[in-house]
């Protein structure tokens, strides 16, 4: 009996010693809160804050999404949701008249530029007023963290 005691006694000395070692081991970095950088989306050289012509926006269209920081440090885009409204008209039964109205038409992709039969559906066909909508915008750092960063919005002027 007294040699079953022991072995238990030993074995539980053991463990405990063996915990102890592991909560002093390194800290494990990829639990460590992760603080996403501000950054912002860019179209070429387009970041959203003044309207762009239809013929700046052909060209627009063909580039790649780009997420940089203020220090100008690329970031990869991982995924993104986006929106053309599209301009067009509806006849009023009534009247006649022909009134503006708008469409929308939307995907989520995983890849930059936008695919070749949307550039190609879209480019010269752009109107004043319809927008180029950039949204769920999802990158991502050299380590491998991902983050949201906020919507580009292109109107057309």
């Known amino acids: ?18 915990r102890a070692g ?12 992760f603080k996403p950088p501000a950054v912002h989306a860019f179209l070429g050289s387009c970041d959203g804050t003044d309207s762009i012509s239809v013929k700046e926006a052909d060209t627009l269209i063909t580039m790649p999404l780009q997420i940089r920081d203020r220090k100008k440090n690329g ?7 986006f929106l053309y409204r ?13 009134h503006i109205t708008y469409t929308t038409v939307s995907e989520q ?6 695919p070749r039969i949307w550039i190609v559906n879209m480019k010269g066909s752009f ?10 915008l999802i990158a991502s ?16 002027k």
């Open 127 to 136: 109107q004043p007023g319809e927008q180029l909508h950039f949204f769920d």
């Open 141 to 156: 750092d050299n380590l491998g963290h991902l983050f949201y960063v906020p919507d580009l919005v292109i109107n057309i």
């Open 86 to 98: 599209r301009r067009g008209y509806i006849q009023d039964d009534k009247t006649g008249l022909y």
């Open 109 to 114: 992709f995983k890849t930059t530029p936008l």
């Open 22 to 33: 592991k909560a002093q081991s390194a800290p494990d970095h990829r639990n460590a809160r």
């Open 1 to 18: 009996m007294k040699a079953f005691l022991r072995l238990f006694i030993s074995f539980i000395l053991v463990l405990g010693l063996c």
């Open 75 to 81: 970031y990869s885009v991982s995924s993104y949701g």
